[in-house]
């Protein structure tokens, strides 16, 4: 799971070509803080930056992590103050639904996306038989995370953990992924200069944090190497791997858009509200199109990804089980949304 803030990160991985933070309004953290830190105060503290690097070298020690790893994975690091920059920048607007799903799911990454699957039919037909997670899925998240493995983000993985680890905000929580980052180095992985990622540390083809990278990326191409930067077979097994574990059920899909009746209570609507598809046909609910829902007798549940203007719900999904494996991965009903609207179309 990736916290908040990296759900945000993620978004603006997407969308380089944009020069401020995309945000919805569902994805919104609630008590978003505003840090009113300047530049010159984050500069400020690099006189004490080495000084606190001896200190993660001892805890790093501590915790077994070799010399000669902590020798070449901690030399010449520095704060950047990019990165401060991009981690206190404020959303500055609210994209709909069908705006972020235009920028995240184009019509030139649908066509990639299926040659992407046709190109690795067999590696994916592997996965599917070993992890049970259809490819179509796992091609999905490897479009959106990282392009297909184009966009890994352009950050040394080990400084940019170290700035933000030394930055104050959330030092707890990123000094101990670069503890973890310093274990996959010293487990001979990846080397420092080959452990890119985006500015908050997410890494490689899967954009896998360290600790999701130790709890969850795996060696498919049997090389005794995990390398979730250059293998695309160990980036997808890794991906596979993680759904399988979040609890993916092979005998269903994500969900789909639906219409609602005319005075349709929303009260209904909630994630943790699932009812029969027999049921929510009775109560009018119809796909997309109108026409009527499966006869399978699963669960599912509606949802208003986002909220318009004056309290009106929106669009309406109806979500599977497995809506919510994808929300592990990524805690936002839009990113969700597009990796199912794109695992749709690929095949
Ligand atoms: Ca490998």
Same mark, same amino acid.
């Given at each position: 799971m990736k916290?908040?803030?990296l759900v945000l990160a993620a978004v603006f991985l997407l969308t380089p070509q944009m020069g401020t933070q995309a945000q919805t309004a569902a994805d919104a953290?609630?008590?978003?803080?505003?840090?009113?830190?300047?530049?010159?105060?984050?500069?400020?503290?690099?006189?004490?930056?080495?000084?606190?690097?001896?200190?993660?070298?001892?805890?790093?020690?501590?915790?077994g992590i070799s010399e000669f790893t902590l020798h070449y994975a901690l030399r010449g690091i520095h704060p950047i103050p990019r990165i401060i920059e991009l981690d206190r920048r404020q959303p500055e607007f609210t994209l709909t639904l069908g705006q972020y799903l235009n920028r995240t799911i184009p019509a030139s990454r649908v066509k990639r996306a299926?040659?992407?699957?046709?190109?690795?039919?067999?590696?994916?037909?592997?996965?599917q038989e070993k992890y049970q997670v259809p490819g179509r899925f796992i091609v999905a998240l490897w479009g959106i995370?990282?392009?297909?493995?184009?966009?890994?983000?352009?950050?040394?993985?080990? /400084?940019?953990?170290?700035?933000?680890?030394? *930055? =104050? !905000?959330?030092?707890?929580?990123?000094?101990?992924?670069?503890?973890? +980052?310093?274990?996959?180095?010293?487990?001979?992985?990846?080397?420092?200069?080959?452990?890119?990622?985006?500015?908050?540390?997410?890494?490689?083809?899967?954009?896998?944090?360290?600790?999701?990278?130790? /709890?969850?990326?795996?060696?498919?191409?049997? *090389? =005794? !190497?995990?390398?979730?930067?250059?293998?695309?077979?160990?980036?997808? +097994?890794?991906?596979?791997?993680?759904?399988?574990?979040?609890?993916?059920?092979?005998?269903?899909?994500?969900?789909?858009?639906?219409?609602?009746?005319?005075?349709?209570?929303?009260?209904?609507?909630?994630?943790?509200?699932?009812?029969?598809?027999?049921?929510?046909?009775?109560?009018?609910?119809k796909r997309a199109d109108g026409g009527p829902l499966p006869k399978r007798a699963i669960k599912g549940a509606i949802i208003f990804p986002e909220k318009k203007k004056g309290g009106k719900p929106g669009r309406a999904f109806l979500v599977y089980d497995n809506f919510p494996v994808i929300l592990d991965w990524n805690r936002s009903n839009f990113f969700a949304i597009a990796v199912g609207r794109l695992a749709d179309q690929i095949y």
């Open positions: 916290p908040f803030f953290p609630e008590n978003y803080e505003i840090i009113d830190t300047t530049m010159a105060t984050a500069i400020g503290t690099m006189g004490a930056f080495e000084q606190w690097i001896e200190g993660v070298k001892e805890e790093a020690r501590e915790g299926r040659r992407k699957f046709a190109e690795n039919r067999e590696l994916l037909k592997e996965l995370e990282s392009d297909f493995g184009n966009h890994t983000g352009g950050f040394s993985v080990i /400084n940019a953990l170290a700035t933000l680890a030394h *930055d =104050g !905000r959330r030092s707890a929580y990123f000094r101990k992924e670069l503890m973890n +980052a310093l274990t996959i180095i010293d487990q001979g992985h990846v080397t420092p200069g080959d452990m890119v990622g985006s500015w908050a540390g997410a890494m490689g083809q899967a954009q896998f944090m360290p600790s999701t990278f130790l /709890n969850h990326a795996t060696d498919h191409d049997g *090389d =005794g !190497r995990i390398d979730i930067w250059n293998s695309s077979p160990d980036a997808l +097994a890794s991906g596979a791997n993680y759904l399988r574990k979040a609890g993916w059920n092979p005998d269903l899909t994500w969900g789909r858009e639906v219409t609602l009746p005319k005075g349709f209570d929303s009260e209904l609507a909630g994630k943790d509200k699932p009812r029969y598809l027999s049921a929510w046909s009775w109560y009018g609910v």
